[in-house]
């Protein structure tokens, strides 16, 4: 797959003035905490809402996700706001059920991007589909890898395609929770000037009140979007509680980015 601008007209047609912003919490748990959420960012920044339905945890016990029934609530979400919806699929039984409930976006999440077989299932499950796909970097630090999945997808005729750089995984004690590792995703952005990046500042960090600093990061390097985990009870959230921010924080902290720009 060479650099292909076609893989660019998909933003464009967002026709933003601003970074592509998708938000909403890491899980979405029950329908009124989807809608809630969803109403509090119509009308702001935000193109595209985003709830984890299946959640991939790292060990066992965690809250999995609510699985199918939380797509009826995006759906609702869809029909009262506006708003696209956007879920991380990691096989192909989301992908059908994902398909079949209107979703727009679909994510690949960084411990599914590690697995080709897993890639390779999803992306015949995609074959020639005109919704938006989004990889996620793999959760170590090998371009190849992402690279990889990105083949894959293009192969299978889809043409939506963005990546989300959500930071490697390091057994060392950091300040972040994955690091940043931005030389990875900036060879991934020469290689494929065209192809849409998005900065998940939410899973780079872990912690909220370093959002503003890495989505900053991420604009001065020209990224051409922002995902953010949005919760209207952080503290209370079932899954990624320190990192997500309320939807007043987000739009305070994409005041400070215009602040930040208009004074460069
Ligand atoms: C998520 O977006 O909630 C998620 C599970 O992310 P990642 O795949 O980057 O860990
Ligand atoms: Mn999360």
Redesign the pocket.
Known sequence: MENKKELRTWLDDFKLSHPLVIAGP?SAETEEQVLKIAHELQGSDVSVFRA?IW??RTRPGGFEGVGEIGLKWLQKAKAETGLLMAV?VANAAHVKLALEHDIDVLWI???TTVNPFAVQEIADALQNTDKIVLL?NPVNPDLSLWLGGLERLYNAGIKKLGVIH?GFSTYEKSKYRNNPEWQIAIDLQNRFPDLPLIC?PS?ITGKRDMILEVSQQALDLNYDGLIVETHIDPDNAWS?AAQQVTPDALKRIFVDLRVRKATD
């Open positions: 890491c984890g959640k991939p991380e999440g960084a411990r996620k959500r998940d899973h990624d």
